[in-house]
């Protein structure tokens, strides 16, 4: 459970930290943090439950999406300013860096199945993002279509 703690607060850390290194607005900061912390709890606690890393990932990124897109609709700012920071802990970097390791001293076999892990955990976070774009647009027309329903049933209200 401590150890949970720590990769959490570590997590919150290193996005806030990056958010800095690329220059994202200090209103921005907290937010992102905050995101990334949850996408990665979800992560944390798909892989508990027994999940792939591919789920994992896909759960962890598509929370990131729409808890992005609900931050820039608040504090009315780009999305990317959320996305980018908060994917930070899901980048493949270290089978990334084991991949290039094995091509260069001849193994070949062990790289593919890095580089076999790399696509899949892209592909998860690419597909992850892809389904929060989805459900936040379904959210716009389902709230656009409540607010126009409640609209025509109240326009005749004087105290309103």
């Known amino acids: 459970m401590w150890m949970m703690i720590i990769k959490l607060i570590l997590t919150y850390f290193a996005t806030v930290t990056f958010g800095v290194l690329i ?53 009315k700012m780009p999305v990317i300013n959320f996305n980018i920071p908060s994917m930070v802990p899901f980048v493949p970097g270290g089978q990334a860096y084991q991949m290039v390791k094995n091509f260069a001293l001849g193994d070949n076999a062990e790289a593919m199945s890095y580089f076999l892990q790399v696509a899949e955990i892209a592909g998860a976070i690419a597909f992850g993002f892809l389904l929060a774009e989805l459900f936040n647009r379904l959210q716009a027309k389902v709230m656009l279509k409540l607010s126009n329903e409640w609209r025509r049933e109240h326009r005749n209200n004087p105290k309103l």
Do not use: D
């Not at 907290?30 to 990665?40: D, E, R, V, Y």
């Not at 892989?47 to 990932?57: E, M, T």
């Open 23 to 75: 220059n994202v607005p200090r209103r921005g900061l907290n937010a992102g943090g905050i995101i990334s912390t949850l996408g990665f709890l979800a992560y944390l606690l798909c892989l508990q439950a027994g999940a792939g890393i591919a789920i994992a990932n896909l759960i962890g990124a598509l929370l990131i999406g729409v808890l992005s897109m609900q931050a820039a609709r608040w504090l």
